[in-house]
């Protein structure tokens, strides 16, 4: 995953990581953002109608092995897993497609994003680091809310806590561009649905539960047996903006199943291994390429930033 060299990029990057760490505090060899998590390895196989969209190679071969992270929200390492804070979840997924080759899904648990632009992003959190969420009257957070209804409208959104994170659905939010092996190319976003179905917990039975509930539940559920999700990609029509992240698409548009994730075991050096790897939300393979979201650039530079300065992070 290359550096952009993009002046500009590198250094909106830097001031999003700095508001990262004024909000969370510094937290050497954690992520700034979706700092607590667990990882499990299983395989992919793509579903009969997946090579009607892309002739991506973790598409076109019969199976292809994959490492995933589950993750709370914030930059904090001990938040919660029954924290309200720790919504939305995150869900990263990498295909291993050859040693050190590989093709990523970055998704979290709300469809959408509360900003178009990283720009208004960092906005966004200057005001959320200057303002008090309790006390909002006044805030530079009421005035950017205010101002921005979209993000507004995600922060509103409801973000009810799993019983599990086999039990929530994830969306991949940035549109990509697929292509199959006529060169026909459309654009779609990615979802990712339970087998076993959602399940939502209420106020009460969520401050009931272990601060690590959903980090050992996981674990525990896949030494039980398999954990399965359908990757599905909902299909823009002509027409439809693709490159906004805060926009929805119309709810009749098609959704195609791309395939199976069949998760089988947790990674045996799960903090090691969390400290060393860094997802890429652009996935740089055949047939499938980003959209002009300008999230995606921006994203990809600053994972790699964050990345690069956690791993240099003495071992703790
Ligand atoms: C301007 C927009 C965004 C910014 C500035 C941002 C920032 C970050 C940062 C700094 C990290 C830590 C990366 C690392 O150290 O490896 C991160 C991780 C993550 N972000 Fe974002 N993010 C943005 C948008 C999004 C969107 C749209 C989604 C959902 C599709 C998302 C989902 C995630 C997830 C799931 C992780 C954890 C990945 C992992 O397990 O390594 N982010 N984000």
Redesign the pocket.
């Known amino acids: 995953m290359p550096l952009p060299t993009d002046e500009k990029l590198i250094a909106l990057s830097e001031q ?2 700095q508001q ?1 760490d004024t909000i969370f505090g510094l937290n050497p060899g954690f ?4 700092a607590k ?1 667990v990882m499990l390895t299983g395989t992919f196989t793509p579903s009969a109608e997946a090579a009607t969209l892309t002739k991506a190679p973790h598409i076109v071969r019969a199976s292809t092995p994959v490492t995933v ?1 589950f ?1 709370d929200s914030t930059g904090i390492p001990l938040v919660p897993d029954n924290d309200p804070n720790a919504n939305p979840r ?3 997924i990498r295909f291993n497609l050859a040693e050190h080759v590989h093709t990523d899904i ?3 648990s709300t469809d959408g ?1 509360p ?1 178009r632009t ?1 720009q208004e ?1 960092l906005e966004l959190l200057t005001a959320l680091a200057t303002s008090d969420p309790r006390n909002l009257a006044g805030t530079p957070l009421e005035a950017f809310l205010g101002s921005h209804p979209k993000a507004l409208a995600f922060v509103q959104a409801p973000k009810p806590p799993p019983s599990s994170f086999a039990r929530e659905s994830y ?4 549109a990509m561009k697929f292509t199959n092996k006529d060169g026909v190319s459309r654009f779609g976003r990615y979802r990712i649905v339970p087998e076993a179905g959602n399940d939502h917990l209420d106020d009460a039975t969520t401050a009931a539960k272990d601060p690590d509930y959903l980090m050992a539940e996981i674990v525990e559920r896949v030494g039980k047996g398999p954990v399965k999700f359908k990757i599905m990609v909902q299909i823009a029509n002509d027409g439809d903006v693709v490159d906004d ?1 805060t926009i929805h698409w119309p709810e009749d548009r098609k959704v195609l199943e791309l395939g199976t994730l069949t998760l089988t075991a947790p990674v045996a050096d799960s903090a090691r291994e969390q400290k060393q ?3 890429d939300p652009i996935p740089r393979v055949d047939g499938i390429e980003p959209s002009d979201d300008p ?1 995606l650039e ?2 990809a530079a ?2 790699l930033i ?2 690069r300065r ?1 791993r240099s992070a003495p071992a703790s």
Request: proline share 3%; hydrophobic share 50%; charged share 10%.
């Open positions: 999003l990581l990262f992520r700034p953002a979706h998590g992270r993750s995150g869900f990263a970055v998704s979290h994003f900003t990283g992003f969306f991949g939010v940035t992240a790897i860094i997802f999230l921006l994203r600053i994972y964050s990345g956690r």
